[in-house]
Nanobody, 126 residues
Framework: QVQLVESGGGLVQAGGSLRLSCAAS????????MAWFRQAPGKEREFVAR????????YYADFAKGRFTISRDNGKSTVYLHMNSLKPEDTAVYYC???????????????????WGQGTQVTVSS
């Protein structure tokens, strides 16, 4: 049973930083790609960033480039999303997701991902 558990969300002022964590369990994830998505009220779930568990290759949505960093700790089976220079428009529920198998083609659509966490709320005040 694959489980993804997010943590680290909260309330932060504009310009601040947060680090989200996604603890993965249930199987070996070396053949997976992991990603973060977000969903604001009334909007569709959108891709934020992706990382290959085996190679560490990363890919970002345009809005995330230069502000967000995705990383993973193989020993802890945990994926992180470091978010800097946060803006009110970053307010959303952030979800961790797993895609098997990892491929050269970067998957940014939610439907490509096999497993999801429950989400963690990030609120950025102006």
């Amino acid at each position: 049973q694959v489980q993804l558990v997010e943590s680290g969300g909260g309330l932060v002022q504009a310009g601040g930083s947060l680090r989200l964590s996604c603890a993965a369990s249930g199987r070996a994830f070396r053949d997976y790609a992991m990603a973060w998505f977000r969903q604001a009220p009334g909007k569709e779930r959108e891709f934020v960033a992706r990382i290959s568990w085996s190679t560490g290759r990363t890919y970002y949505a345009d809005f995330a480039k230069g502000r967000f960093t995705i990383s993973r700790d193989n020993g802890k089976s945990t994926v992180y999303l470091h978010m800097n220079s946060l803006k009110p428009e970053d307010t959303a529920v952030y979800y961790c997701a797993a895609d098997w198998p990892d491929t050269i083609v970067i998957q940014t659509g939610p439907g490509a991902y096999d497993y999801w966490g429950q989400g963690t709320q990030v609120t950025v005040s102006s």
